[in-house]
């Protein structure tokens, strides 16, 4: 079976900028997420998606950072404007009802 | 609220020899506990993890891990390193019934010929 699909793979960007990310989880999970992996550290939980309702979104800094996930399928990410700090691989996982998550490739997002 | 502590940033083994990665769990309910391993340029993948049953459990690639509720840590093994072994490995707790986990920092495996 395919996995999860993530574009694109590297981004680099000034600050203030605006950038999104794209996400298609595995056929048939209904919940989808979004971690943010600064280098060093381990992955960081931005948001859950159930179907097409957010699950939780208490780590997401919703001043810059926003997700959907219309028709609850494929989800974007934005941030809007970027911050040095934001520079991170932006990884997406799904799962099937709630279980074992299965995770994209990520996007490496450089803000300079 | 559920943490992870990884000992060693890098642990690096010659070829053939025994692979020990530590992990010290703090949770104040019965954890869930994973073992993810991530290639360069590639996402998380499960390697094993510990919902309550056996204690000694096996995983892919022929790692294992045991938990030791009385030493709170779940310490990941392999017999003999392969260097396609090479990778970070995480660590990570979650809520017992929840596959949501909070992940430890990584260590990066380095394995030499």
């Known amino acids: 079976e395919a996995g999860v699909a993530q574009s694109p793979r590297y981004k680099i960007i000034e600050k203030r900028q605006s950038v999104a990310f794209w996400c298609n989880p595995i056929?048939?999970?209904?919940?989808l997420y979004w971690y943010q992996q600064i280098l060093g550290q381990g992955p960081k939980l931005l948001i859950q998606?159930?179907?097409?309702?957010?699950?939780?979104d208490s780590q997401l800094p919703k001043d810059r950072f926003s997700a959907e996930r219309l028709k609850g399928v494929d989800s974007t990410l934005k941030i809007q404007p970027a911050k040095l700090e934001d520079s991170a691989v932006y990884l997406c996982?799904?799962?099937?009802?709630?279980?074992?998550?299965?995770f994209g490739p990520g996007t490496r997002l450089t803000v300079l | 609220a559920q943490s992870v502590t990884q000992l060693g940033s890098h642990v690096s083994v010659s070829e053939g020899a025994l692979v020990l990665l530590r992990c010290n769990y703090s949770?104040?309910?019965?954890?869930?506990l994973f073992w993810y391993v991530q290639y360069p340029n590639q996402g998380l993948q499960l390697l094993l993890k510990?919902?309550?049953?056996?204690?000694l459990v096996k995983g892919i690639n022929g790692f294992e891990a045991e938990f030791k509720k009385s030493e709170t840590s779940f310490h990941l093994t392999k017999p003999s390193a392969h260097m396609s072994d090479a990778a970070e490995y995480f660590c990570?707790?979650?809520?017992?019934?929840?596959?949501?986990?909070?992940f430890g920092r990584g260590t990066s495996l380095i394995v030499h010929p």
């Open positions: 996982a799904s799962s099937w009802d709630s279980n074992e998550q299965f």
């Open positions: 998606f159930q179907n097409n309702g957010v699950v939780d």
């Open positions: 056929s048939g999970h209904a919940t």
């Open positions: 510990y919902t309550s049953a056996a204690t």
């Open positions: 949770s104040s309910v019965p954890p869930y």
């Open positions: 990570a707790v979650s809520d017992s019934g929840s596959y949501i986990p909070t």
